[in-house]
T-cell receptor
Framework: GQNIDQPTEMTATEGAIVQINCTYQ??????LFWYQQHAGEAPTFLSY????GLEEKGRFSSFLSRSKGYSYLLLKELQMKDSASYLC???????????FGTGTRLQVFP | EPEVTQTPSHQVTQMGQEVILRCVPI?????FYWYRQILGQKVEFLVS????????KSEIFDDQFSVERPDGSNFTLKIRSTKLEDSAMYFC?????????????FGPGTRLTVT
């Protein structure tokens, strides 16, 4: 079957670091994506992992462990504009569709 | 920076009516997708399209749905007879390629309201 889980909500303080976890179960795997979605807007691409390890992109980093079916998105130096939903999605092997989690709504407070 | 565009931004229709949602993918992209997101729920895959044919479709994409690339730039989603439960945000996406992990770029969405 296909399953992907992430926390529903998280809160953090401006300037802090937050880690959003995602676990998935799939019979085939071809990449893990993180998207940011502000309310009422489209998802925008943040990061992609296909091999184990950490990918860093400015204030955002994403980690993948394929053996554990686990990924996290790390946001550093949080800003108020980072308040949004963060969507974890994987692509199954031999298919091009993305399977999304329900998203983690992050609220950043001053 | 090139982007995916969608029209209209908001469509209100009566149950049983046909709607056509339009998308213009990024010009050098080859793979096209439709997703939907019911309010407060997750983004769900509907269909993928490559080389002028459907490459994959989900269980949601039943006989009431169809897609078309009528010319070199537009990509449309048609719902023949809308139902109340079709009310959702519909996102078009495109990517350069599947292999190599190319990300899918999403359009701004069309909010469909069926009354």
């Amino acid at each position: 079957g296909q399953n992907i889980d992430q926390p529903t909500e998280m809160t953090a303080t401006e300037g802090a670091i937050v880690q959003i976890n995602c676990t998935y179960q799939t019979s085939g795997f071809n990449g893990l994506f993180w998207y940011q979605q502000h309310a009422g807007e489209a998802p925008t691409f943040l990061s992609y992992n296909v091999l184990d390890g950490l990918e860093e992109k400015g204030r955002f980093s994403s980690f993948l462990s394929r053996s554990k079916g686990y990924s996290y998105l790390l946001l550093k130096e949080l800003q108020m504009k980072d308040s949004a939903s963060y969507l974890c999605a994987y692509r199954s092997y031999n298919t091009d569709k993305l399977i999304f989690g329900t998203g983690t709504r992050l609220q950043v407070f001053p | 920076e090139p982007e995916v565009t969608q029209t209209p931004s908001h469509q209100v229709t009566q149950m049983g009516q046909e709607v056509i949602l339009r998308c213009v993918p990024i010009s050098n992209h080859l793979y096209f997708y439709w997703y939907r997101q019911i309010l407060g729920q997750k983004v769900e895959f509907l269909v993928s399209f490559y080389n002028n044919e459907i490459s994959e479709k989900s269980e949601i994409f039943d006989d009431q749905f169809s897609v078309e690339r009528p010319d070199g730039s537009n990509f449309t989603l048609k719902i023949r007879s809308t139902k109340l439960e079709d009310s959702a945000m519909y996102f078009c996406a495109s990517s350069e390629a599947v292999a190599g992990g190319r990300e899918q770029y999403f359009g701004p969405g069309t909010r469909l309201t069926v009354t």
